[in-house]
């Protein structure tokens, strides 16, 4: 039997989501410009880039790896976004759980290296080494504090946190997983590819790393894999310790307000080297994971 | 005749025919059929092993005294199908890069031995298995690389001991070598306690030390990096793929054997089995060191060596958790583990046959020229990283689940930073190897050879059957246990407080895929340029240089590392190798100094000892 509203929602909700993204990327321009008192490009600015670059009449392939690896990297992270519970909308998110969801939003990030790695341009190799080494540094702050949402909820489906949030409270209330949310939100600034991680792109030392060799067609596959990965990661997020939502629109609110403290960070803190931030990530946030596993399981 | 025999001496057999006639192409077909006898046999057993109610099969031969018993039945069938579909492999891959009949001899005797090890039902077979796959398998080593063939043979010495010791002080204590009846006894004397505490904890010491020497756990895992990358890449599928499971069904032997007599006698710690926390920390130990480690290579083989000792510490790990789930768990990742592996393996022997290069920086741009390999290498990639929907996730998602429903959040955090570390060692092999600017001597590379794909299509069919339907794996292992501990139909995986359908997310994969590519289709059309032709600020780029990067990828992890990789455990052994080496030269000097003065007070010294004693 085909379930024919399920789909529907799905295709909906990838729509949806895409369009959000993309404001969200033009909200992150606009305020980040604001701060630094500029005036900043106009909200739908990245709709406006992404249109244009669908619009070249050629780009060019460096073979097939090279097209393959946007293309997944899009795919895996629409995959990723359909298995968190947005809102009302369950999706399908009964079939997976958190470690699931976890790995997915992962996967895009294979895609990205895949296709920046064939393209041989040293920028990209650099990009890719340096996307990797955040990527182990971040991971075992990261795991522990998904470790301690499911240690202190005791269950891994996305829909029974948010769930059991409603019945008792956000997990930021609970002073364990504020722990967790704390070193949740430091890692969320790498997930992003914000300041002070925002190693693997860095414009003025290697002019985008992975992305340096992307145009036309292939940037704006890239422009709207980030913009759904946005969406997924913030409500990520919002599902995780911000109780979920019981709509769109409190979702989008909690989604907002979460880039917000990304965006604040972001334009106060220079850009870490690699490993000042290997270092940085297995200290304090580890140290704050550690007390906070052990403080859920407690 | 008796089929469990057949099974078992087959390998060795065709080993010794192919070592015989070393005609070429008839050896390799011998020993390809010599490989392909026990899996058939195997799965000609499946509906015996799985029907209801049956004990499996058991069968007993006299040899010197000794009643050897061997036994197939769910658990060890599970071992010995993946030792033979791994050693089929094996002898497809030695089919293209073996040029000689005295690794097909050795090669194949260490099959027999690795089934022997999983069928034994008593420690004299056990044992005597054990030794013959040791001793094959440092054959292979010896061959190649002196060196790192004596390191293993010391540490397996080491190991062979340990355990020797700890099976005569289980004789001692219950009189018997059976594992039934050993099982009995342990069980019984949980009850009532004849066999103290200290005895039991040197027992468990004992066989850890052996079978942790096989397995590769840190800090015993020196041997595993020479070992593994000094005898033919071919072999290696085997060695790293199967051998070193006979380590990890040595652990879960210990809790079958004795699992409730440890308990009993080393107590529990903060609600989890002591044994068994000691035996996951050793796996989350191996998880973290061994995944650093091979980040830092510099060596394709040097690479996978260290990331087999890594994975094979996930197993240890998943044992380790001690529940239903970390078991399950733990064997579904031995099952992942040999295939996704053994794949790497045979890419690595593919690589080394068509360039005859091992180091990183000699490689590169070989994605065009072997577009099958690669594509090999690519589903090997993606079930090492865990990528759902490959048997790489599923397995290690059951150790997730597992590790964190045992409240063990810091071992699941070295499961998390081991993928981590898993992710980057394998993307920097696929760039270092793959892509970049092709070195000029690499240029009239050939793909590999018919009989060596055909070993790789065996072990990367599985990796994505078991991906997208793991509950084949996981219905036949709930078999193990009185219950069935991972519910789910064969799709979709459900533990007590999670879920993962795999066949939903493939689904959902394809179709992000199709939405992504219908963009792409419908986008500009494309042009395609060479691998030179690339932003670089203005510099031209010639193939005079080469700009890929390849050597030191990851230096800044090193420099992170700085303070920590100031201590090795390689260093460490070969200072005390050379002091223990100073320490016989000191006393080779002084004693037999060629004064046939002293060697005549020695005489008359023992001789005045032995009166003293009364012996003359």
Same mark, same amino acid.
């Given at each position: 039997?085909?379930?024919?509203?399920?789909?529907?929602?799905?295709?909906?909700?990838?729509?949806?989501?895409?369009?959000?993204?993309?404001?969200?990327?033009?909200?992150?321009?606009?305020?980040?410009?604001?701060?630094?008192?500029?005036?900043?490009?106009?909200?739908?600015?990245?709709?406006?880039?992404?249109?244009?670059?669908?619009?070249?009449?050629?780009?060019?392939?460096?073979?097939?790896?090279?097209?393959?690896?946007?293309?997944?990297?899009?795919?895996?992270?629409?995959?990723?976004?359909?298995?968190?519970?947005?809102?009302?909308?369950?999706?399908?998110?009964?079939?997976?759980?958190?470690?699931?969801?976890?790995?997915?939003?992962?996967?895009?990030?294979?895609?990205?290296?895949?296709?920046?790695?064939?393209?041989?341009?040293?920028?990209?190799?650099?990009?890719?080494?340096?996307?990797?080494?955040?990527?182990?540094?971040?991971?075992?702050?990261?795991?522990?504090?998904?470790?301690?949402?499911?240690?202190?909820?005791?269950?891994?489906?996305?829909?029974?946190?948010?769930?059991?949030?409603?019945?008792?409270?956000?997990?930021?209330?609970?002073?364990?997983?504020?722990?967790?949310?704390?070193?949740?939100?430091?890692?969320?600034?790498?997930?992003?590819?914000?300041?002070?991680?925002?190693?693997?792109?860095?414009?003025?030392?290697?002019?985008?790393?992975?992305?340096?060799?992307?145009?036309?067609?292939?940037?704006?596959?890239?422009?709207?894999?980030?913009?759904?990965?946005?969406?997924?990661?913030?409500?990520?997020?919002?599902?995780?310790?911000?109780?979920?939502?019981?709509?769109?629109?409190?979702?989008?609110?909690?989604?907002?307000?979460?880039?917000?403290?990304?965006?604040?960070?972001?334009?106060?803190?220079?850009?870490?080297?690699?490993?000042?931030?290997?270092?940085?990530?297995?200290?304090?946030?580890?140290?704050?994971?550690?007390?906070?596993?052990?403080?859920?399981?407690? | 005749?008796?089929?469990?025999?057949?099974?078992?001496?087959?390998?060795?057999?065709?080993?010794?025919?192919?070592?015989?006639?070393?005609?070429?192409?008839?050896?390799?077909?011998?020993?390809?059929?010599?490989?392909?006898?026990?899996?058939?046999?195997?799965?000609?057993?499946?509906?015996?092993?799985?029907?209801?109610?049956?004990?499996?099969?058991?069968?007993?031969?006299?040899?010197?005294?000794?009643?050897?018993?061997?036994?197939?039945?769910?658990?060890?069938?599970?071992?010995?199908?993946?030792? &033979?579909?791994?050693?089929?492999?094996?002898?497809?891959?030695?089919?293209?890069?073996?040029?000689?009949?005295?690794?097909?001899?050795?090669?194949?005797?260490?099959?027999?031995?690795?089934?022997?090890?999983?069928?034994?039902?008593?420690?004299?077979?056990?044992?005597?298995?054990?030794?013959?796959?040791?001793?094959?398998?440092?054959?292979?080593?010896?061959?190649?690389?002196?060196?790192?063939?004596?390191?293993?043979?010391?540490?397996?010495?080491?190991?062979?001991?340990?355990?020797?010791?700890?099976?005569?002080?289980?004789?001692?204590?219950?009189?018997?070598?059976?594992?039934?009846?050993?099982?009995?006894?342990?069980?019984?004397?949980?009850?009532?306690?004849?066999?103290?505490?200290?005895?039991?904890?040197?027992?468990?010491?004992?066989?850890?030390?052996?079978?942790?020497?096989?397995?590769?756990?840190?800090?015993?895992?020196?041997?595993?990096?020479?070992?593994?990358?000094?005898?033919?890449?071919?072999?290696?599928?085997?060695?790293?793929?199967?051998?070193?499971?006979?380590?990890?069904?040595?652990?879960?032997?210990?809790?079958?054997?004795?699992?409730?007599?440890?308990?009993?006698?080393?107590?529990?710690?903060?609600?989890?089995?002591?044994?068994a926390y000691i035996i996951a920390w050793i796996g989350a130990i191996t998880v973290v060191v061994a995944g650093f480690l091979a980040v830092l290579q510099e060596d394709i083989r040097k690479l996978f060596a260290y990331s087999s000792v890594s994975q094979v510490g996930y197993i240890l790990l998943g044992l380790g958790v001690g529940t239903p789930l970390g078991i399950i768990g733990a064997l579904f990742h031995v099952l992942s583990h040999a295939v996704f592996k053994g794949l790497f393996w045979l890419v690595v022997a593919a690589l080394i046959l068509r360039t005859g290069k091992t180091k990183f920086e000699d490689f590169g741009g070989l994605a065009e020229k072997m577009p099958v390999t690669f594509s090999m290498a690519l589903i090997a990639v993606l079930s090492l990283a865990g990528i759902p929907p490959m048997a790489g996730f599923a397995s290690k998602w059951l150790l997730y689940e597992a590790a964190i429903n045992a409240h063990m959040p810091l071992?699941?955090?070295?499961?998390?930073?081991?993928?981590?570390?898993?992710?980057?060692?394998?993307?920097?092999?696929?760039?270092?190897?793959?892509?970049?600017?092709?070195? &000029?001597?690499?240029?009239?590379?050939?793909?590999?050879?018919?009989?060596?794909?055909?070993?790789?299509?065996?072990?990367?069919?599985?990796?994505?059957?078991?991906?997208?339907?793991?509950?084949?794996?996981?219905?036949?292992?709930?078999?193990?246990?009185?219950?069935?501990?991972?519910?789910?139909?064969?799709?979709?995986?459900?533990?007590?407080?999670?879920?993962?359908?795999?066949?939903?997310?493939?689904?959902?994969?394809?179709?992000?895929?199709?939405?992504?590519?219908?963009?792409?289709?419908?986008?500009?059309?494309?042009?395609?340029?060479?691998?030179?032709?690339?932003?670089?600020?203005?510099?031209?780029?010639?193939?005079?240089?080469?700009?890929?990067?390849?050597?030191?990828?990851?230096?800044?992890?090193?420099?992170?590392?700085?303070?920590?990789?100031?201590?090795?455990?390689?260093?460490?052994?070969?200072?005390?190798?050379?002091?223990?080496?100073?320490?016989?030269?000191?006393?080779?000097?002084?004693?037999?100094?060629?004064?046939?003065?002293?060697?005549?007070?020695?005489?008359?010294?023992?001789?005045?000892?032995?009166?003293?004693?009364?012996?003359?």
């Open positions: 039997m085909f379930e024919w509203k399920l789909a529907l929602e799905a295709i909906g909700m990838v729509i949806y989501a895409t369009f959000m993204g993309f404001i969200f990327m033009g909200i992150e321009r606009k305020a980040m410009a604001r701060i630094q008192r500029r005036v900043g490009p106009p909200i739908y600015q990245p709709i406006i880039d992404t249109l244009k670059l669908l619009g070249k009449k050629e780009s060019v392939s460096h073979g097939f790896i090279y097209d393959f690896g946007p293309v997944f990297a899009l795919g895996a992270s629409i995959a990723a976004l359909l298995f968190i519970p947005l809102a009302n909308f369950q999706l399908f998110s009964s079939n997976a759980d958190l470690i699931v969801v976890a790995y997915l939003l992962e996967v895009p990030m294979l895609g990205i290296m895949l296709g920046a790695m064939s393209s041989g341009n040293p920028y990209s190799a650099v990009g890719v080494q340096r996307g990797l080494l955040t990527m182990v540094a971040m991971q075992l702050p990261y795991g522990l504090a998904l470790i301690a949402i499911a240690q202190y909820w005791g269950t891994f489906k996305l829909n029974s946190i948010v769930a059991l949030q409603q019945l008792h409270g956000w997990s930021i209330t609970v002073p364990a997983l504020l722990l967790a949310f704390i070193v949740f939100d430091i890692v969320f600034q790498a997930m992003l590819g914000l300041e002070p991680f925002d190693i693997i792109t860095a414009p003025a030392e290697i002019s985008m790393g992975p992305m340096v060799e992307y145009g036309g067609k292939h940037a704006a596959l890239l422009f709207t894999q980030h913009a759904v990965q946005l969406f997924a990661e913030t409500a990520f997020f919002a599902v995780l310790f911000l109780g979920g939502a019981s709509n769109l629109l409190e979702l989008l609110i909690k989604q907002i307000a979460v880039l917000f403290i990304a965006i604040f960070i972001a334009s106060i803190y220079p850009r870490f080297t690699i490993d000042q931030a290997a270092k940085f990530f297995w200290k304090w946030p580890t140290i704050l994971g550690i007390i906070a596993v052990i403080l859920a399981g407690w | 005749m008796n089929e469990l025999m057949i099974m078992l001496f087959a390998p060795l057999i065709a080993g010794f025919i192919a070592w015989a006639l070393d005609i070429r192409g008839i050896r390799e077909i011998v020993g390809v059929i010599g490989a392909a006898v026990p899996l058939g046999i195997l799965v000609k057993y499946y509906p015996t092993i799985t029907s209801k109610g049956t004990e499996g099969i058991v069968q007993t031969i006299n040899v010197g005294g000794f009643h050897l018993v061997f036994q197939l039945n769910t658990l060890t069938w599970y071992f010995a199908v993946i030792a &033979s579909l791994v050693g089929v492999a094996m002898a497809f891959g030695m089919a293209s890069t073996s040029k000689n009949s005295y690794e097909w001899l050795f090669a194949l005797m260490s099959y027999t031995g690795v089934l022997g090890v999983f069928l034994s039902g008593d420690f004299v077979g056990f044992f005597l298995f054990w030794e013959i796959m040791t001793f094959a398998s440092f054959m292979m080593v010896l061959r190649r690389n002196k060196h790192e063939s004596l390191k293993y043979f010391v540490l397996s010495i080491i190991g062979a001991y340990a355990m020797l010791i700890a099976i005569g002080l289980l004789y001692a204590k219950t009189g018997t070598l059976d594992f039934n009846t050993i099982r009995q006894a342990l069980y019984m004397d949980a009850m009532i306690g004849s066999i103290s505490r200290g005895e039991m904890a040197l027992i468990f010491g004992l066989f850890v030390t052996a079978f942790g020497v096989k397995a590769g756990a840190v800090p015993l895992h020196v041997w595993a990096p020479g070992a593994y990358s000094e005898v033919d890449q071919s072999y290696t599928t085997f060695f790293s793929g199967a051998l070193s499971k006979a380590g990890a069904y040595g652990f879960l032997l210990l809790y079958i054997l004795m699992g409730v007599k440890l308990v009993s006698a080393l107590g529990v710690w903060h609600n989890h089995m002591l044994f071992v699941a955090g070295a499961i998390f930073l081991g993928s981590g570390l898993a992710f980057a060692y394998v993307v920097r092999f696929l760039y270092a190897v793959w892509f970049g600017q092709r070195p &000029s001597d690499l240029e009239d590379v050939k793909e590999a050879p018919l009989p060596i794909l055909i070993g790789m299509a065996v072990l990367a069919i599985p990796n994505i059957v078991f991906g997208i339907a793991p509950g084949l794996v996981t219905k036949y292992l709930n078999g193990l246990f009185s219950e069935p501990v991972v519910t789910g139909d064969y799709f979709k995986l459900v533990t007590t407080n999670g879920t993962y359908n795999a066949l939903l997310v493939t689904i959902l994969l394809v179709f992000g895929l199709a939405v992504a590519g219908i963009v792409f289709i419908y986008g500009a059309k494309t042009r395609k340029v060479p691998v030179t032709d690339t932003y670089q600020s203005g510099n031209p780029v010639t193939e005079d240089y080469n700009l890929s990067m390849r050597r030191h990828f990851y230096r800044p992890l090193a420099e992170a590392l700085e303070f920590w990789l100031r201590y090795s455990w390689d260093r460490f052994y070969e200072r005390l190798a050379g002091l223990a080496e100073d320490f016989a030269d000191t006393l080779r000097e002084g004693i037999y100094n060629g004064n046939v003065q002293s060697y005549a007070w020695y005489l008359a010294i023992i001789l005045l000892i032995l009166a003293l004693w009364g012996v003359l």
